[in-house]
Every structure is written in structure tokens, then in C-alpha cells.
């Protein structure tokens, strides 16, 4: 069973699945606040702008700093990748071009899972959907395969918003967790009795986009804090 955020972006044809009880890391009252690695506060892209509907900021302990992603439907894979990337010790990629071509990345193998190796997995959580197939409320391999295939040719488009498979298959492709963190609460997508061999990674979702979340407690934390500050320093100074 895929373990899902409920409430979030809704993949075709995925019924709801059970969801698993929020919490908040431990170590002290979470804030809203971004910390830098040097305690001073990040500025969000987001701030002084009109926020979409239902829209809610991450609640982040001291140490987690967010990284931002333009919102032109890729975040989630951009963000995904780039923690990824982070924990092979690889910083975030420079320019443009080489950022977008790692969303790509991303995306590319997800689908391919979705509709390759993992293809029966996927079809039978579309199974359960609420779509009722010629008035009869039956909802056959058949149907489901069309499901898988069309939310599959939808993805694969540049641009279009990952849903929660893209999530699931990120996690079982990569061998990790990615923890989800909405307001207070926080949430492991993985699939049931997937291995895991790597680090997870943290992503914010605020409704409509998602950031990248690191622990400036570790080295490549600090390091990629570090440098998305320089960046917007730079940024500004142009």
C-alpha cells in the first residue's frame, strides 16, 4: 500500500490511502522561521506575495534551512533530485540549464518505473479508484492500465505538477524516505516494505509547490545553505 499525504496534490485514478499519524521532530519548538547556517533568516521567494489557495508555510526547526525552486511545475523533482544529488555529496547543480535538466532527470526515471518495473504495483493502487467505468462501478486491469498509461503521457510533459505516485516512485527508485513536511505536521512517503539504503530526504509542501528542506547540522547541509545564500546575494547585487 502506498503510504500517502493526504490533502496533497491527487494522482489520477489513486484512491485514498490510509495516512499515517503526523508528528514534529523532537529537539525543541518548531518555527516558521528560516534559519540560515549562520542563525540569520532566509528570505522566501513566497513572502510578499499572494499566497494560493491553501496555501501553509512549514513549521522548521532551527537547524532545517529550505532551499527554494521556481514554481514552473518541476519543484518537486528539481527539490527531489537536488537532495538526492545532495546525499551522493554532490552540491546543487549550477545554471539554469543544468537545474532544469536534473528535474527532467527526475521525472523521466519516475515514469519509467511507474510503467516498467513497478507497472503492477501502481495498477493495482489504481484499482481502488472511485471512477465508475461504464455505469457498472467496475474497475478492471484493463481500466487500470489505460489509468496508469494516460496519468503516465500527462507526467511526462515539462511543466506538469508531480502527484503522489511521482513521490512513491522517487522514494522506491532511489531506496529512501521522503519525508513531507505541511504546517506542523510531517509525513513519510515510502512504499510499504520498500527497502531503504539511503538517507531520506525533506521536502516543504505548501499546497501548490514544493522546497527543498536541509539540516544544517551535517556538512552538506551547511555547505548547501551556504551556498544558496551566496547565490541570492549575488542575485541581488546584479
Known amino acids: 500500500m502506498l503510504r500517502c499525504l493526504k490533502g496533497a496534490r491527487v ?3 489513486v484512491p485514498s490511502a ?35 489557495l491553501g496555501h501553509v508555510e512549514p513549521e522548521l526547526n532551527p537547524w532545517e534551512y529550505v532551499i527554494e525552486f521556481p514554481g514552473r511545475g518541476d519543484c518537486m523533482f528539481e527539490a527531489a533530485g537536488t537532495g538526492i544529488q545532495a546525499n551522493l555529496g554532490h552540491a546543487r547543480p549550477v545554471g539554469e540549464m543544468l537545474r532544469l535538466a536534473l528535474a527532467n532527470d527526475v521525472r523521466a526515471e519516475a515514469i519509467k518505473l511507474e510503467t516498467g518495473d513497478m507497472r503492477e504495483h501502481f495498477q493495482r493502487e489504481i484499482m481502488g479508484t472511485h471512477l465508475v467505468v461504464d455505469g457498472e462501478g467496475e474497475f478492471t486491469d484493463m481500466h487500470a492500465r489505460a489509468a496508469l498509461d494516460a496519468h503516465a503521457e500527462m507526467m511526462g510533459k515539462q511543466g506538469e ?3 503522489d505516485l511521482e513521490l512513491m516512485a522517487i522514494a522506491a527508485g532511489n531506496k529512501l524516505v521522503i519525508n513531507i513536511i505541511r504546517g ?24 501548490l509547490h514544493y522546497d527543498l528542506v536541509v539540516d544544517t547540522r551535517t556538512e552538506m547541509g551547511r555547505r548547501m545553505a551556504d551556498a544558496d545564500q551566496a547565490e541570492k546575494a549575488a542575485d541581488l547585487s546584479d
Open 184 to 207: 506542523k505536521a510531517r509525513y513519510p512517503y515510502q512504499l510499504e516494505g520498500q527497502e531503504i539504503r539511503n538517507p531520506p530526504i525533506t521536502l516543504a509542501f505548501y499546497g
Open 18 to 52: 490510509k495516512k499515517r499519524k503526523p508528528s514534529v521532530s523532537g529537539g525543541g519548538s518548531p518555527r516558521k522561521a528560516r534559519k540560515t547556517a549562520n542563525g540569520g533568516r532566509a528570505a522566501s521567494s513566497r513572502e510578499g506575495k499572494e499566497h494560493g
Open 161 to 163: 505538477y508531480g502527484k
Open 11 to 13: 494522482s489520477i485514478g
